[in-house]
């Protein structure tokens, strides 16, 4: 099963393409690991942006995404545009998708620590906060 773990930042959607086989971790590439939802009060421009989504999820053969939660109040408090893309991720109905806070996310790493250091996987650096989610997704089903 292949995870594509989201991180939100502005409006700006990070992905990272993950999957287990037989307690393997494998890393696919993706086309684009950057989607921009450009003009966020457009209507048209945000049911594009979900379009794109969906087609690379289902390019990809994604069965499950897992989004890095955001604080809804505080200083690191996620932004409207942000909950925006949520939203339109969450809709999508060919994928499961799941919210991971960071609570949660420590939780799982404590208990199933990375087999490597996020160096050594070969992604971008901006990348972790992906990757570390939909290895906490997978790590989670076990």
Request: include cysteine.
């Amino acid at each position: 099963m292949i995870t594509c773990g989201i991180e939100i930042k502005g409006s700006e959607v990070i992905l990272c393409l993950l999957s287990k086989q037989d307690g393997l971790f494998q890393i696919t590439d993706c086309r684009q690991i950057r989607h921009t939802l450009a003009t966020p009060n457009d209507s048209d421009s945000v049911r594009k942006f979900q379009f794109m989504l969906k087609k690379l999820f289902e390019d990809y053969k994604v069965e499950r995404v897992a989004i890095r939660e955001r604080p809804t109040k505080g200083k690191f408090a996620g932004g409207a545009v942000g909950f925006k893309i949520e939203a339109t991720i969450q809709l999508i109905d060919s994928v499961q998708v799941d919210l991971f806070s960071s609570a949660k996310s420590k939780e799982v790493l404590q208990n199933n620590p990375m087999p490597i250091p996020f160096k050594a996987t070969g992604l971008r650096a901006f990348q972790e906060a992906a990757f570390t989610v939909a290895y906490v997704a997978l790590s989670e089903q076990d």
